[in-house]
């Protein structure tokens, strides 16, 4: 399943290259506003905390409305720019859920753990390590949720827990997300952040959430069935005939096709 995972984020990206690079075009313009023209300018350090508090609350909306943009992406569709800036109206408030979540998870690395760790003793280092763990299942929990409330629909709490779930019951593919999307970051900076930038992760997040709740969609018709090994083989069937073979020779030469 991982293997058709990268494959189709890779080849769905590919084949939307330039919508990702409109929608990244803004995330680099919140972010130049919110984090460097302050730094440029010489903000004091409060100052630099509550911009760069501000420039994660705007990073997260638009990255709710990306959100939306990159399930029709993982569906084989194309959004339009218009047809994405409608989605504002619904997208605007669990961007603002997570764009907070984002903050105290920033907040409790930069000075919580820090705090705790420097008291010493065996107590704040416990508080320390619950204070990780517990920033680590949230970071996690994100990676699901825009696109849980892109696919799905809901309100943020059932959402929320939703992505708790996912990350309780898959441990280990939201780990290798969580690398996955570290290598996408890795990758962009190499593009400037154009691309595949914070939409190539909402297009990774979006092909994660559609390839998995094929496993509970599969479970809910076969209750009694083994949960810990669903047959992703035909599972995943529908999804490899619409993507067809692809190759980089094909990429790079489609003429020879």
């Keep these: 399943m991982i293997g058709f995972y990268v494959k189709k984020a890779f080849w769905n990206g590919w084949d939307n290259v330039l919508t990702l690079g409109l929608f990244n075009l803004v995330h680099v313009l919140i972010a130049s506003l919110a984090f460097f023209l302050p730094s440029m300018l010489g903000a004091t350090s409060l100052v630099l905390l509550l911009c760069i508090s501000v420039g994660i609350l705007g990073l997260s909306v638009w990255q709710a409305v ?11 569709g194309t959004p339009g720019i218009r047809e994405s800036l409608s989605c504002i109206s619904k997208a605007w408030k669990p961007g603002l859920a997570l764009g907070l979540v984002l903050i105290v998870i920033f907040f409790s690395i930069i000075v919580g753990i820090p705090f705790y760790l420097s008291r010493g003793g065996f107590l704040w280092i416990v508080l320390a390590s619950l204070l990780f763990w517990t920033c680590l299942i949230l970071l996690l929990a994100t990676q699901y949720f825009l696109p849980l409330v892109a696919r799905r629909g809901g309100g943020v709490g059932k959402n929320a827990k939703h992505a708790l779930v996912l990350v309780a019951d898959n441990p280990g593919f939201s780990l290798f997300l969580l ?38 969609e599969w479970l809910e018709q076969n209750p009694e069935a083994d949960r810990k090994n669903p047959p992703w083989e035909s599972l995943l069937a529908e999804e490899k005939e619409l993507l067809g073979i692809r190759t980089l020779k094909n990429m790079i030469f489609p003429w020879k096709d």
Aim: glycine share 8%; net charge positive; aromatic share 12%.
């Design 66 to 76: 990306v959100a939306f943009a990159m399930r029709k992406v993982a569906d084989f």
């Design 179 to 216: 690398f996955y999307r570290l290598a996408t970051v890795i990758l962009s900076v190499l593009m400037a952040f154009l691309l595949p930038g914070l939409a190539g992760i909402a297009l990774g997040g979006a092909e994660a959430v559609k390839l998995r709740l094929k496993k509970y």
